[in-house]
């Protein structure tokens, strides 16, 4: 893994530099629209896109499912160097092929989600992904084999990431444009 190959300081400097990608991927983005607004005062805008997501029928329930799964679901993620050492005996490799699984199965997530976008029903992922998660999740509280604690981990990150990434699709596209994210 890279800790143990390149040592942390170069992985930390790997990870900030893969970001570059996103940075030259926003500048060469072309908007056709540009979004003039009033400057209201931050308390006021806040206060506007509270009072509008807490009274919209479909985005209310949405970020009530997401914090839940925000709060009970992403701190699996604080236990697993405790995983990989007591429970599977692995070292910085094993934590690395933990971790990545769960990765790969986020990343797999996010192509089938935005590959379906439009034809799937927000609630079948949503749901179905609140119910891979849980499912993975007792699964690996359960199991002391470390290939099997890879595959639940695939599909836990596969489940987080088919919920956060619908959830914040839908209320994109719920949104008035410039409403949620252009100010």
Not at 5 to 30: D, R, W, Y
Not at 48 to 65: C, M
Request: hydrophobic content about 55%.
């Amino acid at each position: 893994t890279g800790v143990q190959t390149c040592a942390l300081p170069i992985s930390f400097i790997i990870n900030g530099l893969s970001f570059l990608a996103f940075l030259i991927g926003i500048h060469v983005m072309k908007l056709d629209e540009r979004v003039i607004y009033k400057k209201a005062h931050p308390f006021d805008a806040i206060k506007e896109g509270l009072s509008f997501a807490f009274n919209h029928p479909v985005i209310k329930p949405l970020l009530f499912i997401a914090a839940l799964n925000a709060i009970f679901g992403w701190s699996y993620i604080t236990v697993m160097p405790i995983l990989a050492k007591d429970i599977y005996f692995q070292g910085p490799d094993g934590l690395g092929f933990l971790q990545a699984s769960a990765g790969l199965g986020a990343v797999v997530a996010a192509i089938l989600v935005s590959a379906t976008s439009g034809h799937v029903k927000t609630g079948f992922f949503v749901f179905g992904g609140t119910l891979v998660f849980a499912t993975s999740l007792l699964a690996l509280s359960f199991n002391r084999n470390f290939i099997f604690g890879i595959g639940a981990l695939f599909f836990m990150g596969f489940g987080l990431l088919s919920i956060f990434a619908m959830v914040n699709s839908t209320i994109q596209q719920m949104s008035k444009i410039g409403r949620a994210s252009c100010r």
